[in-house]
């Protein structure tokens, strides 16, 4: 064998002169289905149970998903007892689709069969690898070989199990495993061979779900495979085009939108990304995208909290503090630049009255996804006076003045530095009180007096008035200031608040201090 980085042999793209998918834009959301309850399930350390399952499908129809597999009845008795428990119990709404994987093999397709019956809609999933790797090291066949397998129709008392009752509700979906390892052509062939066998018609599609099973090339090598796919089968008007995109290079979310400008309609996705190796495609964070590009993806992420709730608790999985749209820190800024312009955004757009979301740092609303603003700028030593203001009006209502935000923001961080560790909303508020209402020093009332008076106009005016303190020279070796008092000392009332710290300043300035 070759020496490390040089054993592996590179993908090789396909040759296109011309391709259209680069200039097109999404501009609405695929049919979306949902595979935790089949392809999540089987990662887990733990499979969930019937109870946990059940759970998982009412959260997956209350978000919207009008597709989700449930399961591999002839290969799992939990999976049976789970499909017959959603259609004995009325769990499945009118508008939602079922799913169910099976090989095909006359006895798996029988007991499938049995673990469906009663359900009003049903996708069938048939799968088998097509890939030059599989084709060679475990089939030990050709293409031939793999389109008699495609083609085959295994017989069953009553009916044909490749071909599903007519009028029952019923869809064909045939996976090709590995197909961005598969000749382009050897796919299309093989593929069409299919909707031949199926019988597929405009009005009876068959979908045809081209996975990345293992991602080994950049997304837009993926989306030319889908793109000279789609323009070379010929039966393209009797297929629907899915995507099942896997994890494996950290490029999930960007293979599936590629695959979708390159003509896909459909994709097969978990919530948060869970699923085999590095996982399957995250359905929230592809949903969310095409929100934040102004696209209703169709599905309800309103109050993602209690569906990460949900996930965590029945798969046992944890959701990263940096997964996209639900992770606990996603909304959340250290750095001061960043800190400063949210600040400013936030400002702006109470004051613009603008229809449009325009925050820096903030590609979404976190209120659409049910999330608070307070948690969106939090204080460590790396943050910047605009930051420790920001908590300050957000968390207490306190509007500080803009000439206070480095004084005030020099305290914090100076604390900061001292702990070594982030500063809750609280610990800031406790600095400001101990530095601006409770402080006695170094502002200290000691001559003052008021006047008031009543304008022509019925105005009444109040004015301050009093006298700046006094520095003394000491003699001696070197000059230093003799201890004195400052002129003010503020004893505010609560309820001044900010309006309060605006007279001090003002105070100050015309005292001359």
Known sequence: MKPAHEKYIPFVPLKMARRAWPDREL?????????????????????MNVREKLELFHTLVDIGVKEIEVGFPSASETAYEFIRTLIEGGHIPDDVTIQVLVQAREHLIRRTFEAIDGAKHVIFHFYNSTSTLQRKVVFHTDVEGVKDRRGRRPAHPGAEPARPRRGDGSAVRVLPESFMGTEMDAAVEICQAVIEAIGATPERKVILNLPTTVENCMPNYFADEIEYFISRLPGRDRAIISLHPHNDRGE???TAELGLLAGAERVEATLFGNGERTGNVDMVTLALNLYTQGVDPKLDFSDINKIRDVYERVTKMKIGERQPYVGELVFTAFSGSHQDAINKGTRYMEESGTEYWEVPYLPIDPADVGREYEPIIRINSQSGKGGSAFVMQHSFGFDLPKAMHPEFGHIVQVETDRVGKELKPNAIYDLFKAHYIDAVKPYQLVQHSFAEFTDEAGHSHVTFA??????????????????????????????????HLHRLQGARRQAGL
Not at 29 to 46: F, K, T
Not at 479 to 497: K, S
């Open 252 to 254: 999930g979310v960007a």
């Open 27 to 47: 501009k609405a959301p695929p049919v979306w289905c949902s595979v935790d309850l089949r392809d999540g399930n089987q990662a887990l350390i733990d499979p």
């Open 466 to 499: 009093g006298h700046p303190p006094h520095r003394h020279r000491v003699p001696g070796p070197g000059l230093r200031q003799r201890p004195h008092r400052r002129l003010f000392q503020r004893h505010p009332r609560p309820e001044d608040g900010p309006l």
